[in-house]
């Protein structure tokens, strides 16, 4: 047997693509006593969840709720749920996230039809037009809102609206995006979107809210056959997490104490203000930029495709060994930052200002470490 | 929007058929500071926790490790990667949760071949033989070793020795029975094994410990078809966690701070020994069993067929009203005992001795809180 003491973590800064830091309050909250999945105090808070859910996606989908699994497990409930064996899905991919799609489309028995842009950019609308126009026989669209492999903001509310002028359905990436930048699942027409507690919303890993429309629901009603995964059946789901006025009917046991800090965490960003949170990702983004350009570093994405919140930067040539760069930076700074993922492992580094993590602080520390590293 | 300030849970003692008791250290590992899920220090807490968990299942197999969701998440696990189209499984249902394997099997494509046995007796192992014989193209046995909707013990040694006398892989369902009652993984034979953390291992709910021995692995490696589920892929998830001595791959975003609190409690276990942990789930059974006698409750379940952590007791005559008696429970002495499920429901309550629940103390309390409310 190995050591088998306790655990102590070293306290790091999370500047990666996340997880994010974590805020005190809700680091508390996740320490709360357990109580039952089915206590009232618990059913409560199911319902605030849901509420607060709802604002921060903007909408008043009834179907908004979080999955008891990290963001990979939302994008499965999205894809099994809605993509039935023969259909057909526009998949956008421009990062390592669309790929994942595709998967996700083939094991559900679809049909995949790739829209490819290049990694670090937006999502071209005129390839997807051009894509629907060719496939008549598609119903759905799927594309990454913030791909976290990149660093790119690819337009939602045109992609939606395309999709929608195509009789397609739209399956919405916004595990990066919720919280960080503007995302109205209503106003823009988004059928299903999922996210991940671990980036914006400044919560552990581990949860990923969901929201279904009107029309989503109508699919999945109409299947003609059964979800394939029993966990993530939306049909079972929403007897868990809509009582309706009856009785809740049991599904799976919740993880009673990562709800505690998903409800924390939305309790702070209603207190901030969503406007204002968007708002501040920006201005931390602005400062951050301006300090990597004082560095002499450049970005992976051009400009008006950036996420503020996930910033890739070329690695420049006088680093001979990333990882050792990367791996300095946690040991002598107990600074996170994120590799580069798939086709731009080795050439991107990752910088995340994501939900609490978006401040001055973490900004000036980053800042700081960098120059001191790349001076060496 | 409704109330959206700090939520703060009433200080509950769980004694229903999970989530069980979180001792405080437990909650204190879990509020540690968040880092990231490639984080060398991280990286080192997930061999820890294999190696523990490698104890707490009493096997040497390599793929050992909590899956990022509960506890269906990990039956779910078992199935979609053992069980492909065309495959028979034999599930043995005495329970609520043999009939979710029957569930599972269908949506993997594969036949099953049920035996049933009453809600609140073991699996009879004459009749899983005679189904064996009958249907010598299964290839796969499944049954629950602890049935928590009832409270049975089934002798998954006998079980596993008449699946492998038949040439069938077993796959075993041991949320509750983990720590709380003997179980020899590599003994006895078994090929895939689930648990929760929320039941004897006394961590929050949301993680679900699986194992899976060679012969698993190779019909896995064997597969025609891809698993249906990206998320639950244990050819990606292996990859993941499994270093191998190089870089571990990016599979999804594991549950941080979960992991903290997993680990504590399989700390906690490993102190107190496991043989130990099984004595005193004894011990305190008897004593409740007392208790129970002398308020003149009896029990489902015969009592060499019963799980010493899920005492199921017939509700007496005397109440009219047992949702509204365990409300009282829950209002007047913070106690939380669990209701009868599908065909017990209205008929038994179910009362938790699960891991750092199985007290002297949460006894007391039981008993005391049933005497008052017994005698109004």
Request: hydrophobic share 40%; proline share 6%.
């Given at each position: 047997?190995?050591?088998?003491?306790s655990?102590?973590p070293?306290?790091r800064?999370?500047?990666?693509p996340?997880?994010s830091d974590?805020?005190?309050r809700?680091l508390?909250?996740?320490?709360?006593?357990?109580?039952g999945?089915?206590d009232?105090?618990?059913q409560?808070?199911m319902e605030?969840i849901k509420?607060?859910?709802?604002?921060?996606?903007?909408?008043?989908?009834?179907l908004?709720f979080?999955?008891?699994?990290?963001?990979s497990a939302?994008?499965e409930?999205?894809f099994?749920?809605l993509?039935?064996p023969g259909d057909?899905?526009?998949?956008?991919?421009?990062?390592?996230?669309?790929g994942r799609?595709?998967e996700?489309?083939?094991?559900c028995g679809?049909?995949?039809?790739m829209v490819?842009d290049?990694?670090?950019?937006a999502?071209?609308?005129?390839?997807v037009e051009a894509?629907?126009?060719a496939h008549?026989?598609?119903?759905i669209?799927a594309f990454v809102?913030?791909?976290t492999?990149?660093g790119a903001?690819?337009d939602?509310?045109t992609?939606?609206?395309?999709?929608?002028d195509?009789?397609?359905?739209?399956i919405v990436?916004?595990?990066?995006?919720?919280?960080g930048?503007p995302?109205?699942v209503d106003?823009?027409?988004?059928d299903?979107?999922?996210?991940g507690s671990?980036?914006c919303?400044s919560?552990p890993?581990?949860?990923?809210?969901?929201s279904f429309?009107?029309?989503?629901i109508?699919k999945i009603?109409a299947?003609?056959?059964k979800?394939?995964?029993?966990?993530?059946?939306?049909?079972?789901v929403?007897d868990y997490w809509?009582?309706?006025g009856?009785?809740?009917?049991?599904?799976?046991?919740?993880p009673?104490?990562?709800?505690y800090?998903?409800?924390?965490?939305l309790?702070?960003l209603k207190?901030?203000?969503?406007?204002?949170?968007?708002?501040r990702?920006?201005t931390?983004?602005?400062?951050?930029?301006?300090?990597?350009?004082e560095?002499g570093?450049?970005?992976?994405v051009?400009?008006?495709?950036?996420?503020?919140?996930?910033?890739?930067?070329?690695i420049p040539d006088t680093v001979?060994?990333?990882?050792?760069?990367r791996s300095?930076l946690?040991?002598?700074?107990?600074l996170?930052?994120?590799?580069g993922?798939?086709t731009?492992?080795?050439?991107v580094?990752?910088i995340g200002l994501?939900g609490?993590g978006?401040?001055?602080?973490?900004i000036a520390?980053?800042?700081?470490?960098?120059r001191t590293?790349?001076?060496r």
């Amino acid at each position: 047997m190995p050591a088998s003491s306790s655990f102590m973590p070293p306290k790091r800064t999370l500047m990666g693509p996340g997880p994010s830091d974590v805020p005190d309050r809700v680091l508390a909250a996740l320490a709360q006593p357990t109580i039952g999945h089915l206590d009232p105090a618990f059913q409560g808070l199911m319902e605030d969840i849901k509420a607060l859910l709802k604002y921060a996606f903007q909408t008043e989908n009834r179907l908004t709720f979080p999955v008891s699994a990290p963001g990979s497990a939302g994008m499965e409930t999205c894809f099994v749920n809605l993509v039935e064996p023969g259909d057909t899905v526009i998949v956008c991919q421009n990062g390592a996230f669309g790929g994942r799609m595709k998967e996700n489309v083939e094991r559900c028995g679809g049909t995949a039809v790739m829209v490819m842009d290049d990694w670090g950019r937006a999502v071209s609308p005129a390839k997807v037009e051009a894509a629907l126009k060719a496939h008549p026989e598609a119903n759905i669209l799927a594309f990454v809102h913030a791909e976290t492999s990149t660093g790119a903001l690819s337009d939602a509310e045109t992609l939606c609206r395309l999709a929608q002028d195509h009789d397609c359905l739209t399956i919405v990436d916004a595990v990066t995006s919720l919280g960080g930048v503007p995302l109205y699942v209503d106003k823009w027409g988004i059928d299903a979107v999922y996210s991940g507690s671990q980036k914006c919303l400044s919560c552990p890993p581990g949860i990923s809210p969901v929201s279904f429309g009107d029309r989503a629901i109508a699919k999945i009603r109409a299947r003609t056959t059964k979800v394939q995964s029993w966990f993530l059946d939306l049909n079972l789901v929403m007897d868990y997490w809509e009582s309706n006025g009856g009785a809740r009917s049991y599904h799976h046991t919740a993880p009673v104490n990562a709800m505690y800090a998903l409800h924390e965490s939305l309790v702070m960003l209603k207190e901030e203000g969503l406007e204002n949170a968007w708002a501040r990702h920006q201005t931390m983004h602005e400062k951050l930029r301006d300090g990597l350009k004082e560095l002499g570093l450049t970005y992976l994405v051009p400009a008006p495709e950036r996420l503020p919140q996930l910033n890739s930067v070329m690695i420049p040539d006088t680093v001979t060994d990333e990882a050792a760069f990367r791996s300095a930076l946690l040991t002598d700074h107990n600074l996170e930052i994120g590799a580069g993922l798939g086709t731009l492992a080795g050439k991107v580094w990752r910088i995340g200002l994501m939900g609490y993590g978006a401040s001055d602080k973490n900004i000036a520390l980053c800042l700081n470490a960098l120059r001191t590293l790349l001076r060496r």
